[in-house]
Every structure is written in structure tokens, then in C-alpha cells.
């Protein structure tokens, strides 16, 4: 079973700034699309950025300008810098990655928490 696992999360002031990675356990073949998703405390998990193989990227509208999602190296499937961050930024953040045929996966959630 593939596991994907974001390191990066933490405990930041507002204006500041924090990236996040994801790494997969073991290769996963045919990736199309991966994506950072969020959840706060009683809410739904939203879609934070996506990014498709074409290399076409969408930012949900409270992020654009601030966080950038971008293809990871041999160790990473995919790296989310998030800048200016804002106490409405903190949420458990996900890490997504589907394939041509369908497979998808998540990773288990890292806490990102941004001070006032």
C-alpha cells in the first residue's frame, strides 16, 4: 500500500511562511494529477491547489498570489510554499495524488497553525 507523508507543517506567525513536501513510500506510476487539500477545525476539506501533468495549475481564491504549488524531485512528488500566511490559513493540509487509471492518494495530514 503506497503511503504519502507531508513533512514541512508547523507553528508559524502571521507573514510568515512554510513549505510543505510530500513524499511517497514508493514510486506510483502514471500520476496526472496531485493537489493540497486543507481542513480546519469543523469544516470540510477544501482544495487548496492543483496541479495537472500538462503543468496546468489552479489556486483556490483566498490563496492565490500567496501560495505556490510546484512538481517535486526524485524524493517528492510535490511541493506547496505557502507565504504572507494568515490565521485563516490554519488547517490540517493534505497531500493528493490520482493516476490515468484512477488510483488515488492521500497522505495522513500535517498541521499547519499561523499566530496571530
Known amino acids: 500500500q503506497v503511503q504519502l507523508v507531508e513533512p514541512g507543517g508547523g507553528l508559524v506567525q502571521a507573514g510568515g511562511s512554510l513549505r510543505l513536501s510530500c513524499a511517497a513510500s514508493?514510486?506510483?506510476?502514471?500520476?496526472?494529477?496531485t493537489a493540497w487539500y486543507r481542513q480546519a477545525p469543523g469544516k470540510q476539506r477544501d482544495l487548496v491547489a492543483t496541479m495537472y501533468v500538462t503543468g496546468r495549475i489552479n489556486y483556490a481564491d483566498s490563496v492565490k498570489g500567496r501560495f505556490t504549488i510546484s512538481r517535486g524531485n526524485a524524493k517528492n512528488l510535490v511541493y506547496l510554499q505557502m507565504n504572507s500566511l494568515k490565521p485563516e490559513d490554519t488547517a490540517v493540509y493534505y497531500c493528493y495524488a490520482e493516476t490515468f487509471s484512477n488510483n488515488a492518494y492521500w497522505g495522513q495530514g500535517t498541521q499547519v497553525t499561523v499566530s496571530a
Open positions: 514508493e514510486n506510483i506510476f502514471g500520476i496526472d494529477t
